[in-house]
């Protein structure tokens, strides 16, 4: 009962250096009410003697190397680990345009400006959304390992140190002082391809690697719902590419995923082709084979020249954060749902609790706390969670099933639902626009719906 | 009615179908089961949806998983083009594009009223007006055949049709009136019923009750309860909705939960 008591003023034991147990006299009544999580912050916490704060980031990818650039560039100590560094993640690769100005990214690490979509419904209505945008407004496509490789390198002209090597394993510490130990295999150098076991000692953690987190796993941060998503990179001929100069692909359909949607994505000379599901996994090649039968007359000629799979996470995992450990990215399970985008969120995540991690430390002279690393939490949630809840109302009303993907396409084809779909998307703030214009928008989507489900139940009649 | 219009309507010239199938009776029966091989419905239609839904589309979408060249071996031997199910006219048309059955032939949907993706509306006039209850059945047979046989979308052939075009009177005379004529029938026998028993129980008329607040809150109950439950599985679909309203905000809170007591041990 105390411990449980205790847990809500973790903040505060970092002041006296007592073990946990002794903490009875502090306990007050603490409301368990957690929304209103109100830990003391750091200041008082002990000065760092002779160093500055260490940090280590595990996984290099988007939200590590943004979490790694923002603490070095705070004057934290700065380790990031990362197994692969010219790995070739796959991805849709699809990045915001809010993403470029905030994260200053050069132009030309953009493959592809995307400024068209075109939505295709079960029955093949084709519907093109992108009317709406003015000239300088594009989805990004990006290839990963150019992206991942451009934010590490900048990380580490700021200061971090970038460790070739593989996480294993980390001790964690006996008290609000000790340091966390991490295991890891290091690569390059004299190690060579096996790599020989190390580990380094660091105040905190930033856990930033990815759907299948070993961070998390240390840390028992409970587990998620997730997609498969499965892609086939397909290099067509070029009067073919020529199509999909600036244009991206959605398809829906009950043949081409039960609950997600397949695409066709251009990318820097080929396309990629794929699907994912949460709920058949087993059925993913069928899915695959009818995404490719849908563009079949648009890729025709075209040789596969990759084949690539990855788990997607649906929702957040019950903890993102423990003691002086925090999840971002994916490995804390920060995509939505709807569009399955992760990297924009997966690098603000990373420089987020980058953030709370430099503001808690003082630009590195404090020891940080539970307290400070869930400030990012607090801001996360209340920044970016409209967004994830109206992704996933969406899901939940328009990837249902067939007529209501017939509806939704239905949908796009209206101006503002564009106008209001690429605001949101490009800038992600949910926009209020003009409440006129959103009754409009709801009794259409209602007749929309109506019409598709009335269709439905004739269509049932000609079966039965 | 609406079927037999539906198999009426289209006009069906001689298809080069085995004679054992005529275009009138059955067509879109028999054939239909017994080309599908019962495979396990792996599509999850949306479990909210009607179970005359999950029953019928089932057997339709597991022809989905089939690829197109399995689909037309499943076909019956003399007849190398059989997707017969729901369209006939569909059948007419594509009878003249099949081949022999080893080529990877997949026929397309066609229908002499649906022209350049989108239906003619001249075709469809009754009286000089266009018959909407035809259009309905016309784009039904069509969604039906595609969901059978998912066609590769083309650029050429873009499909532009917008249920929209269909004024909003023909989708109410057809659907909401009959539900609604069948929900009215139900509160009206409900609500006689039951000022006859309160009556009878209480002494109180039917005017005097409705000046009670709890006869009116139970006539509240009884017309939402009408509006609202309309199946035997609509009790658990409403529960389901009302979890699944709620259950991605719970996911988000769950860091915020009180930790376990095994979290102390981190720090």
Redesign the interface.
């Known amino acids: 009962m105390a411990s449980i008591a205790l847990k809500s003023f973790i903040g505060l034991r970092q002041n006296t250096a007592e073990k946990p147990h002794l903490m009875t006299a502090q306990t007050k009544p603490s409301s368990l009410n957690p929304r209103k999580l109100r830990v003391v912050a750091s200041k008082s916490s002990p000065r760092l003697t002779n160093r500055n704060l260490r940090v280590a980031v595990i996984g290099g990818g988007p939200a590590g190397g943004a979490a790694a650039e923002t603490l070095a560039k705070g004057g934290v100590e700065t380790y990031l680990i990362e197994r692969k560094l010219d790995n070739a993640k796959p991805c849709g690769g699809a990045i915001p345009l809010c993403m470029v100005g905030e994260f200053d990214l050069p132009l030309d690490i953009i493959d592809r400006r995307v400024t068209r979509m075109k939505m295709i419904s079960p029955s093949n209505v084709a519907v093109d959304i992108g009317q709406t945008l003015k000239p300088h407004e594009y989805i990004g496509m990006v290839r990963r390992e150019v992206l991942d490789a451009y934010l590490r390198d900048r990380a580490q002209a700021s200061g971090a140190e970038i460790i070739n090597g593989l996480f294993l394993k980390m001790d964690m510490p006996r008290d609000g002082e000790s340091p966390y130990v991490l295991h890891y295999t290091g690569y390059g150098g004299k190690a060579g391809a096996v790599g020989e076991k190390r580990t380094l000692e660091v105040d905190a953690v930033i856990g930033a690697d990815g759907a299948n987190s070993r961070v998390a796993k240390a840390i028992g941060a409970g587990d998620y719902d997730y997609a498969i998503a499965f892609q086939e990179r397909i290099k067509i001929p070029d009067d073919k590419m020529a199509y999909y100069q600036n244009l991206a692909e959605m398809y829906v359909g009950d043949d081409v995923s039960p609950d997600f949607y397949g695409w066709v994505f251009p990318k820097c000379d080929h396309v990629a082709v794929g699907t994912g599901t949460v709920t058949h996994k087993g059925d993913i090649k069928k899915f695959q084979l009818a995404t490719r039968n849908r563009a079949k007359d648009k890729i025709l000629g075209g040789q596969i020249i990759r084949v690539e799979a990855h788990p997607i996470p649906e929702h957040p995992r019950p903890r993102r954060l423990s003691g002086r450990v925090a999840l971002v990215g994916d490995a804390a399970g920060y995509v939505t749902k709807c569009s399955g985008e992760g990297i924009y969120f997966a690098a603000k995540s990373g420089r987020m609790c980058a953030e709370a991690v430099v503001e808690g430390s003082e630009n590195g002279k404090r020891m940080v706390n539970e307290g400070d690393l869930r400030k990012y939490l607090e801001k996360w949630d209340k920044t970016y969670w409209p967004t994830y809840k109206v992704l996933d109302v969406l899901q939940k009303v328009f990837y249902r099933s067939n007529p209501a993907r017939e509806a939704f396409v239905e949908m796009c084809a209206d101006e503002y639902v564009q106008k209001m779909t690429f605001d949101s998307y490009l800038y992600k703030t949910v926009v209020p626009g003009n409440p006129w214009e959103d009754l409009k928008l709801a009794v259409n989507t209602i007749g929309s719906l109506v019409r598709a489900n009335a269709l439905r139940r004739e269509m049932d009649k000609l079966s039965v | 009615m609406?079927?037999s219009m539906?198999l009426f309507s289209p006009p069906t010239h001689p298809p080069s179908l085995s004679p054992s199938i005529s275009p009138k009776t059955h067509l879109?029966?028999k054939p239909?089961l017994s080309l599908r091989p019962p495979k396990t419905p792996?599509?999850?239609?949306?479990t909210?949806?009607s179970s005359?839904?999950n029953?019928?589309?089932t057997?339709?979408?597991a022809a989905?998983?089939l690829?197109?060249e399995a689909g037309q071996k499943v076909a019956e031997p003399p007849q190398p083009v059989v997707e017969k199910?729901?369209s006939s006219a569909g059948a007419n048309g594509s009878a003249g594009a099949a081949e022999a059955v080893e080529v990877k032939v997949v026929s397309k949907f066609e229908d002499p009223r649906w022209v350049e993706g989108t239906w003619d509306l001249k075709q469809f006039e009754k009286d000089g007006k266009p018959d909407w209850d035809a259009v309905?059945?016309a784009?039904?047979?069509?969604?039906?055949w595609?969901?059978g046989k998912?066609?590769?979308?083309?650029?050429?052939d873009?499909?532009?049709?917008?249920?929209?075009i269909?004024p909003?009177w023909a989708?109410t005379k057809?659907?909401h009136l009959p539900e609604a004529e069948l929900l009215n029938g139900r509160a009206a026998m409900i609500g006689f019923f039951m000022a006859y028993l309160v009556d009878s129980l209480t002494g109180v008329g039917l005017v005097d009750q409705m000046g009670n607040f709890f006869c009116k809150t139970l006539l509240f109950v009884a017309v939402v309860g009408v509006l609202v439950i309309r199946k035997n599985e609509d009790i658990e679909n409403l529960k389901k909705l009302l979890e699944?309203t709620t259950f991605?905000?719970k996911?988000?809170?769950?860091?915020?939960?009180?930790?376990t007591?095994?979290?102390?041990?981190?720090?």
């Open positions: 609406s079927i539906a879109t029966v239909h792996f599509f999850l239609l949306s909210t949806r005359a839904d029953g019928a589309g057997s339709a979408s989905t998983a690829e197109p199910d729901a309905i059945d784009e039904a047979k069509r969604r039906k595609l969901e998912p066609e590769s979308s083309s650029n050429d873009p499909i532009v049709f917008d249920t929209s269909i909003w989708w057809r659907f699944e991605y905000d996911q988000w809170q769950a860091t915020w939960q009180d930790e007591p095994g979290g102390s041990k981190n720090q």
